[in-house]
């Protein structure tokens, strides 16, 4: 046969000695059903008898005297009692500094709008409200005003139109996704620019063309490589082609560019060592001699 298990049944009263305030009584629920005393009150009775009250650990005695935003108190629950602050604010203390207003943490998830009307950035953490933006507005003492900037900043990435094109926020233009380049830190995983975009601003940042240079030099070579007669596409493109005895590098000054080149051109250039002589050796090499036997010959 199996024990019987004996269950009591529980404890429904509160604990009757003495509580923190005087006059009061502690109203913890009942423990012990010898005393019908919480725990720490059944502990003093049966060490000495005297019951005291009990201190209730990690529970906020008032608001934190310390200064909040503007001219009101801080408001936190105390956890320092001996100087009624907050740990924000004893921290301040316990280092020497003066009590400041502290910021205020947003939890994650926890976004709203700015309250200037019509911004389209979030609330700053520790903004008052605002965005980062018109948040320093304010610190500065400047009049509140809207931002400066394009239409089209702050759109998402994820937006598409009715027939899946992208938007590129640097021409503003609705393009197809293969219009894009790959790039792995974009939530969509494509650029936020076009190609074409892309390509202008690495030719302005290397060459110091822009994109009106660029076609007008494209249009002075009739539309193909200055070379050879290949006009440009998706696949091969033309590049810029630069004098490297006044920039050695890579880049250019932007007064040194001789022409656009496919890149079968510009590497035969650059493998030639960009030498006229060696060039007029090869053109001669190609026009006198068509054969091997013939040299020989």
Known sequence: MTPI???????????TGPGIVSGTVCGRPSEARDSLLCSPHDRQLKKNGD???IRRVNTPDGPCTGPG???TLCGRPITNKGLGL???HYAQHHKGKDLTPLKVVRKRGD???CLFPGCRYNDAPGGEGYCHHHWRQNKNGHPLTPLQGSSHRGRSVLRRDENGNKLCIGCVEWKPENGFSKASAATDGLNYICRQCHSSKRRNRVYGIGLDEYEALLFAQNGHCRLCPHTPNAEMPLVVDHNHKCCPGPASCGHCIRGLLCQRCNQGLGLLQENAEILLLAA???LLNDSALTLLS
């Open 111 to 113: 976004v709203a709008s």
């Open 69 to 71: 935003p503007g001219e």
């Open 51 to 53: 019951l005291k009250p």
């Open 86 to 88: 907050c740990s924000g």
């Open 5 to 15: 298990e004996l269950r009591l049944p529980p404890l429904t009263s509160t604990c």
């Open 284 to 286: 001669a090499y190609v």
